[in-house]
């Protein structure tokens, strides 16, 4: 039974990507796309994307221009001050046409400053020293890290960056139990607590300016539920970053946010928004079903982008897939096969009408890129 309905939903995925439309009336394509350009040290990935020889970027930029998103979050992008990696990126790959792919020009990006490799100054991993990756607010061996960026065709508003909201101050906050005592939620020490901000990266709120009015593009990458211990310290602190989006989105919920300018509140009720992200969970495998309560949030829609090619990796693949309950055609990033396996980690969730959808699962050298697969969805502005 499983195996006909994977195959039945499997002729009904897209498989070929039509080019996304020019036209403001048109329907928007919006994407997100964990790109894996991240290196281990500080000032690597400007030097790589300061020549257009740099074959990861030259396939990167491949995939992008093969999809046509409008608007994209790319996630791991290490940071630069000035955005001059940014600007590298569009001026060496995507400007140029990669193996007979077209051009694709965004005269629009947002960048800023993420929690990876920004030190806390607390011992959170409580190894006794303080200093390293895994005291940084989001793990990380410099600041800037596996950072975001968002590239558009629109011109973009007035962004709102929540880098500085502290776990602490949302309401309910999961902190994580230390398994060889009885109190509740004391893994984390009283100082760190005070300090240790939500976001392992960031969380944005982009409006994109189309029609005359926002689409407020929410975008994040919150931490993987792993490389952590039985406190589940990584996986609590995912489904918290997570369910920043779901209030934010809920009138009567947001009560609580602010952003790094001081401004309080979500989003006004009925306005538009898409959440984009790598959210590293998966709503039935994996370490972490946190994704549900954003699912579950109101006015948010999932279309289910779908791909022959994440069905044909998971049946060849085997391993942990095969004990998978989520259907494959929804996975959105080819993992280690005996764990995870392939899971769906990445989401464009708009609140306006989605028309299609899809996931760009290439093969060979395109899928070697990064370990995440291109996710987008056309939506009506």
Do not use: C
């Not at 994209?72 to 046409?97: I, K, P, S, T």
């Not at 369910?243 to 001081?262: K, L, N, Q």
């Not at 929804?330 to 995870?340: L, V």
């Amino acid at each position: 039974m499983r195996r006909a309905l994977l195959a039945a939903l499997a002729v009904t995925a897209t498989a070929l990507v039509p080019a996304a439309p020019a036209a403001a009336t048109d329907p928007i394509r919006f994407a997100t796309f964990n790109a894996s350009l991240n290196r281990p040290a500080e000032g690597e990935l400007l030097a790589d994307l300061s020549t257009p020889d740099d074959e990861q970027a030259r396939a990167i930029a491949e995939v992008v221009q093969r999809t046509r998103p409008d608007v994209l979050l790319l996630n791991e992008f290490d940071h630069v001050a000035g955005g001059a990696a940014v600007d590298a990126f569009r001026r060496n790959y995507l400007a140029v046409g990669q193996r007979g792919a077209d051009p694709i020009h965004y005269p629009h990006a947002f960048t800023a400053p993420v929690n990876t490799g920004v030190q806390s100054g607390v011992d959170l991993n409580r190894d006794g020293e303080v200093g390293g990756p895994d005291d940084a607010h989001g793990f990380g061996r410099f600041p800037g890290q596996y950072g975001m960026v968002v590239l558009s065709k629109y011109p973009l508003g007035d962004v709102r960056t929540f880098q500085h909201f502290r776990w602490a101050d949302l309401p309910g906050a999961s902190w994580p139990d230390d398994p060889a005592t009885p109190e509740p939620g004391d893994w984390y020490s009283p100082e760190a607590k005070r300090v240790l901000r939500l976001s392992s990266k960031s969380h944005w709120d982009v409006p994109v300016r189309v029609g005359g009015k926002p689409v407020h593009f929410l975008v994040s990458h919150p931490t993987p539920p792993s490389f952590d211990g039985a406190e589940d310290r990584n996986g609590l602190r995912n489904a918290d970053e997570i369910r920043f989006w779901a209030d934010y989105v809920t009138p009567g919920r947001s009560g609580h946010v602010y952003d790094d300018e001081g401004r309080r509140g979500g989003l006004a009720p009925g306005a538009r928004f898409v959440v984009a992200g790598d959210q590293n969970s998966d709503p039935f495998d994996g370490g972490s079903t946190g994704i549900r309560e954003l699912l579950r949030a109101p006015r948010v829609i999932d279309p289910l982008p779908a791909s022959l090619g994440g069905a044909r990796a998971s049946q060849e693949q085997g391993g942990a897939n095969d004990q998978h309950r989520g259907l494959p055609v929804f996975d959105t990033a080819d993992f280690a096969d005996e764990a995870p396996g392939n899971l769906r980690v990445d989401y464009v969730l708009p609140s306006l009408l989605p028309l299609r959808s899809g996931v760009f699962w290439p093969s060979g050298r395109l899928a070697e890129a990064s370990d995440h697969r291109l996710v987008w969805v056309d939506v009506l502005g």
